[in-house]
């Protein structure tokens, strides 16, 4: 495996728009995510695919994932 | 690595969608309940409107009232919040006036099917040239939870506290029959197949009718035992549906009673914009 193949992708959340439905916890395919209170935080960076489910499904523009 | 390997590593490279460019500064957090599908629905129609190469001037969004209608407070279009059903009728006016806008109606279930029915199937039967999206999450939200004509028989609803005895409207079967050219449905569960969807009936000349089937957890979820916005989502929204494509190919118990979902319809039909400009030269004599 490259370098660049190990890079670890950025997941932003915009804490003052996140309302904690917890859409993107249930819907992200491994786990990477999980709610923290009622906002959502990133738990296993490592295991994160960068499919972008949790951009696409996130009613709240809350959340994004960089390369 | 080669420099050609490089290159294709660098395009590969996903940049989230920059919703900012279209949406009204300072108006986050918009006022739907957490887990409200609409939210997905509007980011969806954003990256669909993205793709069609439209400005942003050459659109015009109305609404009626409801919670779906309050999408043109966020974006940054020409915009028009009109009176509870009446949004096809402000719509229509819009076109004919100006008829090099691209009208964009955004609706609820109640709103297009029950308070503004009778607009909605005489706007599909002109076959003007609008893009109308029914955002049908089977309640009336904004007003406390009232059944709708799209709640499924025997769901509860705060009018129907022992399950709702009407039998709901087929919005598309409506459409269709009234005389929409292009009528497809959606859902907020499939994001990307939606803005598909939401592209082709924005590309399309004449009246096209999408139904975007999205959950309100707040209501109908709270009123029908569903756990969460994504236990609803995947029940109602990805169970419940199935791909037009794939309907032929699967056995009929697994495609029985449940919603079809791609485009389900279109033709070629005269535009009203067109007949009228036509009607006006001939009177003219041009």
Known sequence: ?67 | MSAGAATAKKQKISVPFDYSKYLRAGKLPHIWCPGCGHGIVLKSLLRAIDKSGLEKDQICMVSGIGCSSRTPGYVDFNTLHTLHGRAVSYATGVKLAKPELKVIVVTGDGDALAIGGNHFIHTCRRNIDMTILVYSNAIYGMTGGQFSPTTPQGSMSTTSRYGNIEPSFDCCELAKASGASFVARGTAYHTQELERILLRSIQHKGTSVVEIIDSCPVYYGRQNKFKSASQMMEMIEKDGTVSVKQADRLPPEKVEGKLLRGILHEAERPEYCEEYQRLIDKVHGK
Not at chain 1, 6 to 22: N, T
Not at chain 1, 38 to 62: G, H, M, W, Y
């Open chain 1, 1 to 67: 495996m490259t370098e660049a193949a190990k890079k670890l992708p950025r997941i932003v959340v915009h804490e003052k728009l996140c309302k904690g439905c917890s859409i993107c916890v249930d819907f992200c395919p491994t786990n990477v995510l999980e709610m923290k209170g009622s906002i959502v935080a990133v738990k296993n960076l490592e295991a994160c695919t960068r499919c972008q489910l949790c951009d696409l499904r996130c009613p709240d523009f809350a959340i994004q994932v960089f390369d």
